[in-house]
């Protein structure tokens, strides 16, 4: 079984940076993909930005030049560096990760952006 710990979202003001992170453990071997999703209220979840233990990302198109997704390996950590925030960008971001454990979602943690 895997176990997702995320931290990092809060209260931000528009133009303001968020860290998010997110630790897989667990009955893990090998974590292939990493990545954050988003829900805002009344919304579908909706990929943010993934990232594979070789190095290849993917990012949303609204997102890109603003959002960094990185990972620690060897910690089987995930963080997504947030820069010039939005309102929109208000929702609850989940961490996803998908391993020899199965496909598994933390809990999600709430970013708020205010205006």
């Known amino acids: 079984q895997v176990h997702l710990v995320e931290s990092g979202g809060g209260l931000v003001q528009a133009g303001g940076s968020l860290r998010l992170s997110c630790a897989a453990s667990g009955s893990i071997s090998r974590v292939n993909v990493m990545g954050w999703y988003r829900q805002a209220p009344g919304k579908q979840r909706e990929l943010v930005a993934q990232?594979?233990?070789?190095?290849?990302?993917n990012y949303a198109a609204f997102v890109k030049g603003r959002f960094t997704i990185s990972r620690d390996n060897a910690k089987n950590t995930v963080f997504l560096q947030m820069n010039s925030l939005k309102p929109e960008d208000t929702a609850v971001y989940y961490c996803?990760?998908?391993?020899?454990?199965?496909?598994?979602w933390g809990q999600g943690t709430q970013v708020t952006v205010s205006s």
């Open positions: 990232m594979t233990n070789g190095g290849s990302t």
């Open positions: 996803r990760t998908l391993s020899s454990g199965g496909l598994t």
